[in-house]
């Protein structure tokens, strides 16, 4: 699996981003995507997963109703919707997948990594 992000940029506090994860290559609807971030100095942080199917998912609390995680098949792509951002937020994301049909919020539970888009929010 190869994992393509895209869509981060400068933004306001209080803003709103898409980001978007291409895959290609072999996926599987009981499979889940992630998204997590990372900041210079600290370890990559959960953000939020999905099954590819978009049956469940789970959101860290820091991001729990202001970030939404959703998949188009068609597509292959994953996306995270990032709501009322702050400056806080501000961090490298990666997308990454999972080959395992039990969901997983720590880095080392998955397979495959996108290289990162840059989210910078200014206050």
């Known amino acids: 699996v190869q994992l393509q992000a895209s869509g981060g940029g400068l933004v306001q506090a209080g803003d709103s981003l898409r980001l978007s994860c291409a895959a290609s290559?072999?996926?599987?609807?009981?499979?889940?995507m992630g998204w997590f971030r990372q900041v210079p100095g600290k370890e990559r942080e959960f953000v939020a997963a999905?099954?590819?199917?978009?049956?469940?998912?789970t959101y860290a609390d820091s991001v729990k109703g202001r970030f939404t995680i959703s998949t188009d098949n068609a597509k292959n792509t994953v996306y995270l919707r990032m709501n009322s951002l702050r400056p806080e937020d501000t961090a490298v994301y990666y997308c990454?997948?999972?080959?395992?049909?039990?969901?997983?919020?720590?880095?080392?539970?998955?397979?495959?990594w996108g290289q990162g888009t840059l989210v910078t929010v200014s206050s």
């Open positions: 290559g072999r996926t599987f609807s009981s499979h889940f």
């Open positions: 999905i099954r590819w199917s978009g049956t469940s998912t």
């Open positions: 990454a997948a999972r080959n395992t049909v039990m969901v997983s919020t720590s880095a080392s539970g998955y397979n495959y």
